[in-house]
T-cell receptor, first 115, second 110 residues
Framework: GAGVSQSPSNKVTEKGKDVELRCDPI?????LYWYRQSLGQGLEFLIY????????KSGLPSDRFSAERTGGSVSTLTIQRTQQEDSAVYLC?????????????FGPGTRLTVL | GQNIDQPTEMTATEGAIVQINCTYQ??????LFWYQQHAGEAPTFLSY????GLEEKGRFSSFLSRSKGYSYLLLKELQMKDSASYLC???????????FGTGTQLKVEL
């Protein structure tokens, strides 16, 4: 079956511009997670959704970052007024539920480069 | 705070056995995951441990000691395709957001 998909796969933008990153989770998965992977760093948690609600936004680095999820499915991560330090691979993952034993399935990521 | 440590790089020979260690200090613990990530690709699930002991799955095994804050991933009969980054991640609890180590880059040589 279809896995987690993300678009675009690559995004190059200029400093100060806004970007939107999209994630399509596996059908039926109620939990959705956003992570960021910077060069030489481990995956860093940003935010997670249970259904359309975001119980934990603690990983968002600043108020320039926001995310929403609609219809319990697609999620969009928006970065406003991008900065060079925002350059990273943004990974989305989904799981059947948010219980600890649930495996998270990752998408291929969006590589964001801010010039 | 959360801290997960694993070696940065390891090299092993095709057909051999390699053990990748992970130590963690987290504010809570609801399980430990190992993921494999090939360059430029998505991480893929390898194993999940929540109780102490060894979990075996084919050529891969994972061990957990909660009292020691320690886990290892054991790869047997290494193949060239096992060259990848291996990520140790802990679920501290509360929604299963994962805290990851920086990953161990494994290189399998002939």
């Amino acid at each position: 079956g279809a896995g987690v998909s993300q678009s675009p796969s690559n995004k190059v933008t200029e400093k100060g511009k806004d970007v939107e990153l999209r994630c399509d989770p596996i059908s039926g998965h109620t939990a959705l997670y956003w992570y960021r992977q910077s060069l030489g760093q481990g995956l860093e948690f940003l935010i997670y959704f249970q259904g359309n609600s975001a119980p934990d936004k603690s990983g968002l680095p600043s108020d320039r970052f926001s995310a929403e999820r609609t219809g319990g499915s697609v999620s969009t991560l928006t970065i406003q007024r991008t900065q060079q330090e925002d350059s990273a691979v943004y990974l989305c993952a989904s799981s059947l539920g948010a219980e600890s034993h649930n495996e998270q399935f990752f998408g291929p990521g969006t590589r964001l480069t801010v010039l | 705070g959360q801290n997960i440590d694993q070696p940065t790089e390891m090299t092993a020979t095709e057909g051999a056995i390699v053990q990748i260690n992970c130590t963690y200090q987290t504010s809570g613990f609801n399980g430990l995951f190992w993921y494999q990530q090939h360059a430029g690709e998505a991480p893929t699930f390898l194993s999940y441990n929540v109780l102490d002991g060894l979990e075996e799955k084919g050529r891969f095994s994972s061990f957990l000691s909660r009292s020691k804050g320690y886990s290892y991933l054991l790869l047997k009969e290494l193949q060239m395709k096992d060259s990848a980054s291996y990520l140790c991640a802990v679920s501290p609890g509360g929604g299963n957001k994962l805290t990851f180590g920086t990953g161990t880059q494994l290189k399998v040589e002939l």
